[in-house]
T-cell receptor
Framework: AQSVAQPEDQVNVAEGNPLTVKCTYS??????LFWYVQYPNRGLQFLLK??????LVKGSYGFEAEFNKSQTSFHLKKPSALVSDSALYFC????????????FGKGTTLSVSS | NAGVTQTPKFQVLKTGQSMTLQCAQD?????MSWYRQDPGMGLRLIHY???????DQGEVPNGYNVSRSTTEDFPLRLLSAAPSQTSVYFC??????????????FGNGTRLTVT
């Protein structure tokens, strides 16, 4: 069975500082990994994905994520946080060989202070 | 280009009432799915469909029915609403066959309250 863990309910950073939102996963086959962002009263928006290849994936709004197979992690990062990055972030995983359904973590609230 | 459209945006039901949450997409996506979002629980998959005429259960299917008669539409039915079904419901779709790696496109959600 697939599962995703986001160990932090909330991450607080100051504007201009680097940010990291953590994600670990469990899947039987090769993982398809995704990050989504949700702003208040809106649906989720796709940020980036890892399917295969380079372990560092770049996505929208200056975000990137690093895939680490040995640690089964896919942490979201940004070199310099903006106040407008404040939102709810979700990590999600699918089994690339056998799973059609995308399983989400519980989400991490990112708060960027000015 | 409307993307994924969900109606209604808000709904209040009494326990035992039935209703259908509508979801339509205009991107010719084969895969469609329904999630519910609850505080501290993240998004949990209710039902999904890999194409017209094909549906399957997700993590939390009890109390919900779905059908997929066309590629565009994927309605979610609550036959007898319960307070435990108070939640925000999201419909999402993606292109490609069942095992494709394309990302999900989400609607803006339906906020349902059952009293």
């Amino acid at each position: 069975a697939q599962s995703v863990a986001q160990p932090e309910d909330q991450v607080n950073v100051a504007e201009g500082n680097p940010l990291t939102v953590k994600c670990t996963y469990s899947v039987s086959g090769n993982p398809y990994l995704f990050w989504y962002v949700q702003y208040p009263n809106r649906g989720l928006q796709f940020l980036l994905k890892y399917i295969t290849g380079d372990n560092l994936v770049k996505g929208s709004y200056g975000f990137e994520a690093e895939f680490n197979k040995s640690q089964t992690s896919f942490h979201l990062k940004k070199p310099s946080a903006l106040v407008s990055d404040s939102a709810l972030y979700f990590c999600a995983v699918r089994d690339g060989q056998a799973g059609t359904a995308l399983i989400f973590g519980k989400g991490t609230t990112l708060s960027v202070s000015s | 280009n409307a993307g994924v459209t969900q109606t209604p945006k808000f709904q209040v039901l009494k326990t035992g009432q039935s209703m259908t949450l509508q979801c339509a997409q205009d991107m010719n996506h084969e895969y469609m799915s329904w999630y519910r979002q609850d505080p501290g629980m993240g998004l949990r998959l209710i039902h999904y469909s890999v194409g017209a005429g094909i549906t399957d259960q997700g993590e939390v299917p009890n109390g919900y029915n779905v059908s997929r008669s066309t590629t565009e539409d994927f309605p979610l039915r609550l036959l007898s609403a319960a307070p435990s079904q108070t939640s925000v419901y999201f419909c999402a779709s993606r292109t490609g066959p069942a095992l494709a790696n394309s990302p999900l496109h989400f609607g803006n959600g339906t906020r349902l309250t059952v009293t």
